[in-house]
Nanobody, 123 residues
Framework: QVQLVESGGGLVQPGGSLRLSCAAS????????IGWFRQAPGKQREGVSC????????YYVDSVKGRFTISRDIAAKMVYLQMNSLKPEDTAAYYC????????????????WGQGTQVTVSS
């Protein structure tokens, strides 16, 4: 049974950092792409980042480039999103999801989703 469980969200001040974790079970990470998405109230879901172990590719939406870093530990079946220099506009529920072999910024390409973790950036 495929499962994805996010953790690591919370309340942080602007300029602060958080590391989100996505624990995968029921499949091996080395043949799938894992993406991070976010959705703020009243806004559309947005593809934030993705990593594909299959071809080594990564993806970042322009608004997080240079601030967020995606990584994975295949043996531990974990994917991480290190978020630095956080801004109030980063406030959203963050979800990890599993795609096929390749990264995509489009949510409909992902068949399995976690339950989400809330990130709030506020002073």
């Amino acid at each position: 049974q495929v499962q994805l469980v996010e953790s690591g969200g919370g309340l942080v001040q602007p300029g602060g950092s958080l590391r989100l974790s996505c624990a995968a079970s029921g499949f091996t990470l080395d043949v799938y792409a894992i993406g991070w998405f976010r959705q703020a109230p009243g806004k559309q879901r947005e593809g934030v980042s993705c990593i594909s172990t299959y071809d080594g590719s990564t993806y970042y939406v322009d608004s997080v480039k240079g601030r967020f870093t995606i990584s994975r530990d295949i043996a531990a079946k974990m994917v991480y999103l290190q978020m630095n220099s956080l801004k109030p506009e980063d406030t959203a529920a963050y979800y990890c999801a599993r795609s096929g072999a390749y990264c995509s910024p489009y949510g409909h390409m992902y068949g399995y989703w976690g339950q989400g973790t809330q990130v709030t950036v506020s002073s």
